[in-house]
């Protein structure tokens, strides 16, 4: 192995174990299939490109420090996992707010802003994910190098393949949207059904063990 610079074994095991933990449905996966359902597939992939960010500042944040303090502090952990857990009920109560007929489009931009803000604060608010990120990387980094910038790379690998896992989830609910949509007289309930997602996953993420990260 070179100095700085991780050995294929240990990247194959990595994108493994990352393909493995992108893939497996969570709080995030419930979030995209939430959002492409009630909003549409540009949603969906707006809140993709929210939840990736959000993710990769968690990836920053643990290879700073973050997830220490976090993993020693109890109480700082406390603050930032109920903060994302009230966004979430936020957005779930906002959603019970909206009309019952379909609102007037907005524009494209601003349309698509929203998901992508929401899905970032929702990723960046989840103290679990920079757990996640302080427990797997160490795993493959070489000490020999730079822990920094070794483990910004494995963030990134990270986040490169929860993007495409995602967008797989996105299109399957956009596959599936026009079928719920012939089906006209559930469409008055479909903002409760929405809402109660979000409601759902804030309580999940204000009482879900510490090794769900996403």
């Known amino acids: 192995m070179l100095e700085g610079t991780l050995s294929s074994p240990a990247f194959a095991a990595f994108v493994f174990a990352s393909l493995i933990l992108a893939v497996t449905p969570g709080p995030g996966v419930v979030y995209l299939v939430t959002r492409t359902l009630s909003q549409g597939r540009k949603a969906g992939l707006a809140s993709i490109g929210g939840i990736a960010l959000g993710d990769f ?6 290879s700073v420090g973050l997830a220490a303090l976090l993993g020693a502090c109890a109480a700082a952990f406390v603050v930032v996992k109920f903060a994302g857990a009230g966004y979430l009920i936020f957005l779930g109560m906002r959603a019970l707010r909206a009309p019952k007929t379909a609102p007037v489009p907005a524009p494209l931009e601003a349309s698509l802003l929203h998901p992508f803000r929401d899905a970032f604060w929702v990723a960046l608010l989840n103290p679990k994910t920079a757990l996640f990120f302080a427990a797997l990387m160490p795993q493959f980094i070489d000490p020999r190098g730079s822990y ?4 910004l790379i494995l963030g990134g690998v990270f986040v490169a393949i929860a993007m495409c896992t995602d967008t797989l989830y996105v299109f ?6 026009p079928a719920i949509r012939r089906r006209s007289r559930w469409l008055p309930y479909g903002k409760y059904l929405s809402a109660a997602a979000f409601i759902g996953l804030g309580v999940y993420a204000a009482f879900a063990s510490p090794r769900s990260s996403r």
Do not use: E
Not at 57 to 62: F, H, L, Q, Y
Not at 172 to 177: G, Y
């Open 57 to 62: 500042g968690n990836a920053v944040a643990a």
């Open 148 to 151: 920094l910038g070794q483990s």
């Open 172 to 177: 399957a609910a956009s596959a599936l949207t």
